[in-house]
């Protein structure tokens, strides 16, 4: 079955944008038009500053909010669920004159009751009988979680044919957010309220990172509050500000950071390509922080490093390469001697071809080469 799920978390990940299990169907909704890509939609959720992507557990559609309406993309088959699952007038598909040019606006109607979590959209109709049964004894296991629990669904579904079975996975989802998820949400929204407190409560932690955190402090909860957890811990970090504000402040930190290095360090920072070297470049300024926060201090560090100092620094390396190679060294020797790679040389001598002047108290003339210059 095609899905939107890989291409979403991706570009969340990118972008540091929340995914949110599930889409809130029930308000105001725009279906967007079949010649839209999903790539297009991920660009109007970044550009209208969208904090939080929904996507449907099953993969087969994505939202975004904004303005009070749910905009949603959907795969080719769950846009003819959406629109042609129905003859009837219970669900109404026209073109709003108060959406954009070719969305979709979807107005629930009729006598069908689409508020039952029993009701399965996909057969339209409420789920009874032993596919009832099998719902409310799939909701009441402690592993099921909502979704990605097909190991525990297939107990469940094993007597079923596949209609049926897929129904029960369908509806229990349901079933499951807005009964025992309802509960869970509104536990972890207790209990973020402590965890925030926390001395060691990080804003910019995001997934391994959140979980270890959880993980340390809550003890005796339901095993599937720790993911609702991990989600409630970064909306707060958003919709508080909290994020913003850690934000500015490691912004500050590097900064000073950076004014604080020797050229020497600042360049030895601008040629690591590896995590573990520029943390080892920064080790000094960088203590009492703990992993995941030092981190990210050195990620920025190097980024406003390269920003600054990342042209001068490789026309100045260029340079010496150069100089260093007419006087008789070999490649490998050059790059022993000023204490980066082989590629990098020959990258940067192939990229900068025009000298330039090394000041006095150029690190190269000091301390890499002074016989040379």
Not at 115 to 128: A, L
Not at 150 to 163: I, K, N, Q, R
């Given at each position: 079955?095609?899905?939107?799920?890989?291409?979403?978390?991706?570009?969340?990940?990118?972008?540091?944008?929340?995914?949110?299990?599930?889409?809130?169907?029930?308000?105001?909704?725009?279906?967007?038009?079949?010649?839209?890509?999903?790539?297009?939609?991920?660009?109007?959720?970044?550009?209208?500053?969208?904090?939080?992507?929904?996507?449907?557990?099953?993969?087969?559609?994505?939202?975004?909010?904004?303005?009070?309406?749910?905009?949603?993309?959907?795969?080719?088959?769950?846009?003819?669920?959406?629109?042609?699952?129905?003859?009837?007038?219970?669900?109404?598909?026209?073109?709003?004159?108060?959406?954009?040019?070719?969305?979709?606006?979807?107005?629930?109607?009729?006598?069908?009751?689409?508020?039952?979590?029993?009701?399965?959209?996909?057969?339209?109709?409420?789920?009874?009988?032993?596919?009832?049964?099998?719902?409310?004894?799939?909701?009441?296991?402690?592993?099921?979680?909502?979704?990605?629990?097909?190991?525990?669904?297939?107990?469940?579904?094993?007597?079923?044919?596949?209609?049926?079975a897929d129904a029960v996975e369908r509806v229990a989802r349901r079933v499951f957010e807005d009964t025992v998820g309802k509960q869970l949400d509104h536990r972890a929204a207790q209990l973020v309220q402590t965890l925030v407190k926390d001395p060691s409560y990080d804003p910019l932690a995001w997934g391994p990172e959140n979980h270890a955190f959880i993980e340390e402090r809550v003890e005796d909860e339901d095993p599937r509050l720790l993911e609702r957890l991990e989600r409630a811990l970064s909306t707060y970090a958003y919709e508080s500000g909290a994020r913003t504000k850690a934000e500015r402040e490691l912004a500050k930190r590097a900064e000073a950071i950076l004014l604080a290095l020797s050229p020497a360090e600042r360049d030895r920072l601008g040629f690591a390509s590896r995590n573990a070297a520029k943390l080892q470049v920064l080790a000094p300024h960088l203590e009492g922080e703990s992993s995941s926060k030092a981190e990210r201090l050195a990620k920025e560090v190097a980024r406003l490093e390269q920003e600054r100092f990342g042209l001068p620094r490789e026309e100045r390396y260029a340079t010496a390469a150069r100089h260093l190679q007419a006087s008789g060294m070999t490649r490998a020797e050059v790059s022993r001697r000023l204490g980066i790679s082989n590629s990098i040389v020959e990258r940067i001598v192939a990229t900068h071809r025009r000298d330039v002047e090394l000041t006095s108290d150029d690190p190269i003339r000091v301390d890499l080469a002074p016989e040379f210059f």
């Open positions: 079955m095609e899905t939107v799920e890989a291409e979403v978390r991706e570009f969340a990940t990118q972008t540091n944008l929340l995914v949110w299990e599930g889409i809130p169907w029930g308000g105001a909704t725009t279906l967007n038009p079949e010649s839209q890509s999903l790539a297009d939609f991920l660009a109007i959720a970044r550009a209208v500053g969208a904090p939080i992507l929904y996507l449907d557990p099953d993969g087969s559609a994505a939202a975004f909010a904004a303005n009070g309406v749910v905009h949603v993309f959907a795969t080719p088959a769950e846009r003819a669920r959406l629109t042609g699952g129905d003859s009837d007038e219970d669900l109404l598909l026209d073109e709003d004159e108060d959406q954009p040019s070719g969305s979709i606006a979807i107005r629930v109607g009729g006598s069908r009751d689409y508020n039952d979590p029993y009701y399965d959209w996909q057969s339209g109709k409420k789920v009874s009988g032993r596919v009832r049964e099998a719902v409310d004894a799939l909701v009441a296991d402690n592993r099921f979680n909502g979704y990605r629990s097909g190991h525990v669904v297939a107990e469940y579904v094993a007597e079923l044919d596949a209609e049926d």
